[in-house]
């Protein structure tokens, strides 16, 4: 698993040392030497960078799927269940002083 991250995290890194200025640069030489006109540098620029985008968003969701996995392997609590933990301790509370309090009337009665 931990390869696997490592790959996503290098393959991440490679994607954003591509950036736009990067991408204008080498597509201005193309235009510069004739092997493209300025409308496909501006298409392909455009392409790249949304495909770089929608690259960089899914090794991301991939990312955090096996950080999330990693976790639940290390038996940590979710937030979740320690919320659902948390309110049954608060209630379980509760019912103890409401009960302690009837009890100490009852004994003040008597």
Same mark, same amino acid.
């Given at each position: 698993?931990?390869?696997? $991250?490592?790959?996503?995290?290098?393959?991440?890194?490679?994607? $954003?040392?591509?950036?736009?200025?990067?991408v204008r640069q080498t597509l201005d030489r193309l235009v510069?030497?004739?092997?493209?006109?300025?409308?496909?540098?501006? +298409?392909?620029?455009?392409?790249?960078?949304?495909?770089?985008?929608?690259?960089?968003?899914?090794?991301?969701?991939?990312?955090?799927?096996?950080?999330?996995?990693?976790?639940?392997?290390?038996? %940590? $609590?979710?937030?979740?269940? %320690?919320?659902?933990?948390?309110? +049954? $301790?608060?209630?379980?509370?509760?019912?103890?002083?409401?009960?302690?309090?009837? +009890?100490?009337?009852?004994? +003040?009665?008597?």
């Amino acid at each position: 698993m931990l390869e696997t $991250v490592k790959k996503t995290i290098q393959a991440s890194v490679g994607a $954003v040392v591509l950036t736009r200025e990067r991408v204008r640069q080498t597509l201005d030489r193309l235009v510069q030497e004739g092997k493209l006109s300025t409308e496909e540098a501006e +298409r392909i620029a455009d392409r790249m960078i949304r495909d770089g985008k929608k690259e960089l968003k899914g090794l991301e969701e991939k990312m955090v799927s096996l950080m999330q996995k990693g976790l639940r392997n290390l038996d %940590f $609590v979710s937030k979740e269940e %320690f919320e659902a933990l948390k309110e +049954r $301790v608060d209630a379980l509370e509760n019912r103890k002083k409401t009960g302690e309090a009837t +009890r100490a009337k009852k004994r +003040r009665k008597t």
